[in-house]
């Protein structure tokens, strides 16, 4: 196994386990390497952090500006047992909807103006796109948990 410090285009850094370094090009080339951030398929190595810091907060300075609410209290189990709920209400309510990736603005805005028949569909949106169907009033809504492209599930 191989590890490598990836970056997705809107500069969320995490690590990618691959069996070799062909691996990485052969996902990436097929699109299936996801930023979990935000679900970018546009995923690239990240320079090389050292591997030794020489001061302890250096990779502070490469993480996103976005803030995350976090506690280190451990929650409670009814909590995760909502949440398990939740991702499953999810993944029922997406059983019939078909996944689209990065089409999702070009499809659900296809759909809104008459181009082609409505169906149920997920992908994924940037932060503008998402926004410009809003304003479009192209109904649509963010989805709470993360989605697995289906290719990746193989
Ligand atoms: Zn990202």
């Given at each position: 196994?191989?590890?490598?410090?990836?970056?997705?285009?809107?500069?969320?850094?995490?690590?990618?386990?691959?069996?070799?370094s062909g691996d990485f090009e052969d996902q990436r080339a097929r699109g299936l390497l996801c930023?979990?951030?935000?679900?970018?398929?546009?995923?690239?190595?990240?320079?090389?952090?050292?591997?030794?810091?020489?001061?302890?907060?250096?990779?502070?300075?490469?993480?996103?500006?976005?803030?995350?609410?976090?506690?280190?209290?451990?929650m409670p189990p009814e909590m995760r047992k909502a949440l398990a709920a939740l991702a499953k209400?999810?993944?029922?309510?997406?059983?019939?909807?078909?996944?689209?990736?990065?089409?999702?603005?070009?499809?659900?805005?296809?759909?809104?103006?008459?181009?082609?028949?409505?169906?149920?569909?997920?992908?994924?949106?940037?932060?503008?796109?998402?926004?410009?169907?809003?304003?479009?009033?192209?109904?649509?809504?963010?989805?709470?948990?993360?989605?697995?492209?289906?290719?990746?599930?193989?």
């Open positions: 196994m191989i590890v490598f410090d990836l970056a997705c285009i809107e500069g969320h850094r995490f690590e990618g386990w691959f069996g070799s930023c979990p951030s935000c679900g970018a398929s546009d995923v690239t190595k990240a320079p090389m952090a050292p591997a030794v810091p020489a001061k302890g907060n250096q990779r502070q300075e490469v993480l996103p500006p976005e803030q995350r609410p976090m506690a280190n209290t451990p209400a999810q993944a029922d309510a997406l059983k019939d909807s078909t996944w689209v990736g990065d089409k999702f603005a070009e499809e659900t805005r296809k759909m809104h103006y008459g181009e082609r028949d409505e169906a149920p569909i997920h992908g994924q949106a940037s932060l503008a796109e998402a926004k410009a169907l809003i304003e479009e009033g192209v109904p649509v809504a963010p989805l709470p948990f993360p989605v697995a492209p289906p290719d990746k599930l193989n």
